[in-house]
């Protein structure tokens, strides 16, 4: 039997990419950063064995040429471990994912890169007047849970949705789920993904949320993302293509815009991400792929820039790491990647252009350094040539010993 798992500690990255400065994020490090906290608190350092025995703290020691704090002393790693560098433009999560999975984009997604008035005034007529709206709030670069707070019961009152947007290539909406409901936000964000053709935004993403001025509002588990295609078939057309199967758990479906999904597993939480994971482990043929993405890394504590919180999910992330393992079949080849950074320490609220982490385990693959891979999509041509597929597009074989 031969499968291939995908797991994408969504935000994780390893430290600034060579081209970070052109970004803002000239010293940004994701991992290296909330490790020297952590080391230096009364809570001690972070307590990662399952990610050191697969290399994580090795290949960001590599990216920087010495260890993360904490990390001074690790175990040799028993899979293939190196850190990867975007050769796409940006630092957003399709862009991340895409070039994993073999297609790099040679044009960077739009912008809306003004702080106020962000969206173009006929953007948002043709939004309201077609959306049958009121009118809309926001219209600004803002923080998800920040917002929500000033614009919430103003919303609530007025029947407008919360419309902004970040450094990222992103237009989001929010409304609560009692008094604009549900399927009305899902229905909103498709017209505005059909608006926003010309302007080549990565992602529309409906942000429901519940509670009140008085008790607070929060987010929930209903996010929807209405992504781009992938310009060019990726590794997940290639498996389908071949009869295999791709799971596709939490928003793996959402981020190929369900393109080259056999099956999307909605959950939402690390600990629900991980049980269908497992489940699907239990089940999936060969020559199929398993695809998870655990975005709470980024959305829960990246963005909000809860460095303790990361940290914590990091290590109750590594504590559940055996019973993946022991789920592992003979055939099987365990990938472990991100799709950009968004370290908690550094100013603002977005992501963070930085290398990832490039771990690869298996029985059959002798443990090895991988040092720098210059694309992402070296990971995705391992996981094609492990499956017996036709090469990718894009990426060099990591599994190659060369």
Not at 107 to 118: A, I, R, T, V
Not at 140 to 156: D, F, K, N, V, Y
Not at 270 to 276: E, R, S
Request: hydrophobic residues 40%.
């Amino acid at each position: 039997m031969t499968r291939a798992i995908w797991l994408v500690l969504d935000s994780l990255g390893l430290g600034a990419a060579p081209d970070a400065a052109a970004y803002g994020d000239a010293g940004a490090d994701t991992f290296g950063h909330i490790s020297a906290a952590c080391a230096a608190a009364s809570r001690g350092p972070m307590k990662l064995p399952n990610l050191s025995r697969l290399g994580l703290p090795q290949a960001h020691a590599a990216a920087h040429g010495a260890p993360a704090r904490g990390f001074e002393t690790t175990p040799v790693p028993e899979g293939l471990w190196g850190y990867a560098v975007e050769r796409a433009c940006g630092k957003d999560t399709p862009s991340g994912h895409w070039e994993t999975a073999g297609v790099v984009l040679t044009e960077p997604f739009g912008l809306f890169e003004k702080p106020e008035d962000s969206f173009p005034a006929d953007l948002l007529e043709a939004l309201i007047e077609q959306g049958g709206l009121p009118g809309i709030l926001g219209n600004c670069h803002a923080s998800g849970t920040e917002i929500l707070q000033r614009l919430g019961a103003e919303h609530m009152q007025t029947g407008r949705p919360i419309v902004y947007t970040s450094a990222d290539s992103v237009f989001q909406i929010a409304a609560h789920e009692g008094t604009f409901g549900l399927e009305r936000l899902y229905e909103i964000c498709k017209l505005a993904r059909k608006l926003l053709q010309p302007y080549n935004i990565g992602r529309v993403i409906a942000r429901p949320f519940v509670g009140t001025q008085e008790s607070g509002f929060v987010r929930t588990g209903n996010r929807h993302d209405y992504a781009l295609p992938p310009p060019a078939p990726t590794l997940l057309d290639a498996v389908v293509a071949a009869g295999g199967e791709v799971v596709a758990i939490g928003k793996i479906a959402d981020i190929f815009a369900n393109r080259g999904v056999s099956r999307h597993v909605p959950a939402h939480g690390h600990d629900a991400l991980f049980d269908a994971t497992i489940t699907a482990m239990s089940q999936a043929g060969s020559g199929s792929l398993i695809a998870t993405n655990f975005v709470d890394f980024d959305s829960v504590y990246g963005h909000r820039r809860d460095l303790f919180g990361y940290a914590a999910a990091l290590e109750h992330f590594d504590a559940r790491l055996p019973e993946l393992f022991a789920a592992l079949r003979e055939g099987d080849l365990l990938v472990l990647s991100a799709d950009h950074g968004c370290d908690p320490t550094w100013p603002g609220s977005d992501h963070t252009r930085e290398c990832i982490p490039a771990l690869a385990f298996g029985p059959g693959y002798a443990p090895r350094a991988l040092g720098r891979r210059d694309s992402f999509a070296d990971l995705g041509q391992a996981m094609a040539t492990h499956l017996g597929l036709p090469p990718l597009a894009a990426g060099r074989c990591l599994l190659d010993a060369a």
